[in-house]
């Protein structure tokens, strides 16, 4: 069960993930959460994960620009 919820994390960007470790929250509490929050409010906190999910790869990308291994040189 673990590999599963370790694959979906990877494939849905880890957005959940992310926020529990900046909040100090379980990420499954963050999870449960925002489905809350996504019926209550007629699906529009997935626009919000979205945003998050592309800053989130935007930073990685430029992580890895400014600090380019051995082998980029």
Same mark, same amino acid.
């Given at each position: 069960?673990? %590999? ?9 960007? #880890?957005?959940?993930? %992310?926020? #529990? ?21 007629? #699906? ?15 930073? %990685? ?13």
């Amino acid at each position: 069960m673990s %590999k599963l919820r370790y694959f979906v994390e990877d494939q849905i960007f #880890g957005v959940c993930a %992310k926020l #529990g470790e900046k909040l100090n929250f379980p990420a499954s509490s963050v999870r449960l959460y925002f489905i809350y929050a996504t019926f209550m409010t007629f #699906g529009s906190p997935i626009i919000l994960y979205l945003v998050l999910a592309f800053w989130m790869e935007l930073q %990685k990308h430029w992580r890895r620009h400014n600090s380019p291994t051995i082998w980029e040189l």
